[in-house]
């Protein structure tokens, strides 16, 4: 089991910057593979980026390729979400997951994913 707990979200203007963090329990987090998601209102749940296991390896939506970075610590068990160049289409419910599957590409979608938090609310003024 895991449990993985959202937090930094908060409202800001049009081209400012945000960094949301996931903390996550237990002893084995280097095990899993990390992704953000977002679910704006009437939307799907979207992926925003993924990262291996060690933090080499990332991928990004379109949507938020050259603005957002995601990176990890698995000494502190922390995953974390740099959102800059904001924009008002950015606001949703961001969540941070946890996987352990081996196929890269499983990642790009929400159902690869083992464990959910709880999210945190991003909102961007015009």
């Known amino acids: 089991q895991v449990q993985l707990v959202e937090s930094g979200g908060g409202l800001v203007q049009a081209g400012g910057s945000l960094r949301l963090s996931c903390a996550a329990s237990?002893?084995?987090?280097?095990?899993?593979?990390m992704g953000w998601f977002r679910q704006a209102p009437g939307k799907e749940r979207a992926l925003v980026a993924v990262?291996?296991?060690?933090?080499?390896?990332?991928y990004y939506a379109d949507s938020v390729k050259g603005r957002f970075t995601i990176s990890r610590d698995n000494a502190k068990n922390t995953l974390w979400l740099q959102m800059n160049s904001l924009k008002p289409e950015d606001t949703a419910v961001y969540y941070c997951?946890?996987?352990?599957?081996?196929?890269?590409?499983?990642?790009?979608?929400?159902?690869?994913?083992?464990?959910w938090g709880q999210g945190t609310q991003v909102t961007v003024s015009s």
């Open positions: 997951a946890a996987g352990s599957r081996s196929n890269w590409a499983l990642y790009y979608h929400a159902p690869g994913y083992d464990y």
């Open positions: 237990g002893r084995t987090f280097s095990g899993y593979a």
């Open positions: 990262i291996n296991l060690i933090g080499g390896t990332t």
